[in-house]
């Protein structure tokens, strides 16, 4: 059965500060998990991962907290590898189309951003576009090499509408998605999807496998 969010509305996100929002999102917003472990074979580490989601006319709002071993933010740079940092990510369809987006964020808000039609087919953000995201970290900006230990961290997102080709006001009944916490440059790599994605290597790039997010 497909997974399925009711993203809520809640006016006047865009007007607050994030650490405002944050807040907004634990009292109004909706929580998930992000704790399927497609590859425990391989990959069997799990670090305890969710995050909370709200919308208004203009942004959709994810609040991610994570709490695992390692923590690793060696990418400081839009557009680069931040998958291999601890990273989560949030990919992105309007039914009926061929593109999707894919949204990667490590630890301290580097972004990686693209419209795709596959992994090996994209056409990644512009600084311009990639400017209109808003970000807040609660580990700060700074890259760092991987430490070791047990860390709890949040990143608050905004993405704003206009960046999938959508209008906030207007929005379709649904899109579909998928929601991830990976980190293959660390020591204890790991792949991990709020959706399931049952196949046989790791690949977060299978929008056949995405849920739904419902729009009230």
Known sequence: MKKVIEVPFVAGLCDKPLSQVSE???????????????????????????????????????????????????NSTDNSPVWED???????????EKYYYNFEFNCIGTALAARRTGREDAEHFSADKMAKIKLYSSVGNKPFCEMEGLFSWNLLVAIPFELIGLDGGQLPESLSANFYKCADGSSLPHYLSWSP??????????????????FR
């Open 86 to 96: 601890s990273c989560v990510e949030f990919f992105v369809q309007i039914p009926g």
């Open 24 to 74: 907004i999102l634990e009292a109004q917003g909706v929580r998930q998990a992000i704790d399927c472990v497609d590859w425990p074979n391989e990959f069997p580490y799990k670090p305890i991962t969710s995050f909370y989601i709200a919308r208004d006319k203009e942004c959709l709002y994810i609040n991610y907290f994570v709490k695992g071993n390692y923590l690793r933010a060696v």
């Open 197 to 214: 994605i049952p196949i046989e290597k790791p690949d977060f790039h299978r929008p056949d496998y995405f849920g739904e997010l419902r």
